[in-house]
C-alpha cells in the first residue's frame, strides 16, 4: 500500500518559475528521499533527509520535513524544460534494524512549459 | 563507477509462464532491493537481499520469489504468470554495510525490466 500521498497529482508551470509538490506520511520513519523518473525509466535519487533534519538543500533543490505533520515538501527553482517528469517521495518503516523497505507516494507529474 | 543494470530491459510473456529477471548492482553494494511499478498500485517493494539473505519481504505472492549471489548480483523470478503482472520491475542497490538504524543509505535504482504478460 502506499504510504504517501503526494499533491498536487500533476502541475504544469511555465520555465523559470518555481516548482512545490508535497508529501505527506503515515508512520514514524527514519529518513525520506525524493526521486525522479523520467517516462517510465529508472528512478533517479535527488535528496534524502534525516528525520532529525528539517531542511535540506541541493543545487535548485529545496527539501522540507515536519516530523510532528508527517509531511515534506520539495522546492524547485529557476525550473528548466529537463524538470519535467514524475517526481516521488519515499519513506521507511521507521525500524532500529537498517531498512531499506522504501514505501513511495503516489507521485506528482511535472511538466515545464518552455 | 557503472551504475546498476538490468536485463533484459524488456520482456513479453504469455499467462502461467515463468519469468527470471537479473540486476547487477554498483560496484561494492551489498543490498538490492526489487520493487514492481504499475499504473494502478504505483511502486511497490517485494524483497531486499543483503549478504545472499533476504532481510525485508513486501506484500506479494509466493510466485514472486528472488535471491543473491555471493558477488551480490540478484535474480528474482516469478512464476504462473498473471496479466496482472505486467509492470516495470525496478532493482536497486545501496552500500548499506551492516544495521545501524538510522543510517539508510541512497538507494541507486536500474532503469528496469518491462514485463508484458499476454
Known amino acids: 500500500s502506499q504510504q504517501g500521498e503526494e499533491d498536487p497529482q500533476a502541475l504544469s508551470i511555465q520555465e523559470g518559475e518555481n516548482a512545490t509538490m508535497n508529501c505527506s506520511y503515515k508512520?514514524?520513519?527514519?529518513?525520506l528521499q525524493w526521486y525522479r523518473q523520467n517516462s517510465g525509466r529508472g528512478l533517479v535519487h535527488l535528496i534524502l533527509i534525516r528525520s532529525n533534519e528539517r531542511e535540506k538543500h541541493s543545487g535548485r533543490l529545496r527539501v522540507t520535513l515536519d516530523t510532528s505533520k508527517k509531511s515534506s515538501s520539495l522546492l524547485i527553482t529557476a525550473s528548466r524544460a529537463a524538470d519535467t517528469a514524475s517526481y516521488f517521495c519515499a519513506t521507511d518503516d521507521g525500524s532500529n534494524f537498517g531498512n531499506e523497505k522504501l514505501t513511495f507516494g503516489t507521485g506528482t507529474r511535472l511538466t515545464i512549459i518552455p | 563507477k557503472a551504475g546498476v543494470t538490468q536485463t533484459p530491459r524488456y520482456l513479453i510473456k504469455t499467462r502461467g509462464q515463468q519469468v527470471t529477471l537479473s540486476c547487477s548492482p554498483i560496484s561494492g553494494h551489498r543490498s538490492v532491493s526489487w520493487y514492481q511499478q504499475t499504473p494502478g498500485q504505483g511502486l511497490q517493494f517485494l524483497f531486499e537481499y543483503f549478504s545472499e539473505t533476504q532481510r525485508n519481504k513486501g506484500n506479494f505472492p509466493g510466485r514472486f520469489s528472488g535471491r543473491q549471489f555471493s558477488n551480490s548480483r540478484s535474480e528474482m523470478n516469478v512464476s504462473t504468470l498473471e496479466l496482472g503482472d505486467s509492470a516495470l520491475y525496478l532493482c536497486a542497490s545501496s552500500l548499506r554495510q551492516g544495521s545501524i538504524w538510522w543510517d539508510t543509505d541512497t538507494q541507486y535504482f536500474g532503469p528496469g525490466t518491462r514485463l508484458t504478460v499476454l
Open positions: 508512520t514514524s520513519i527514519n529518513n
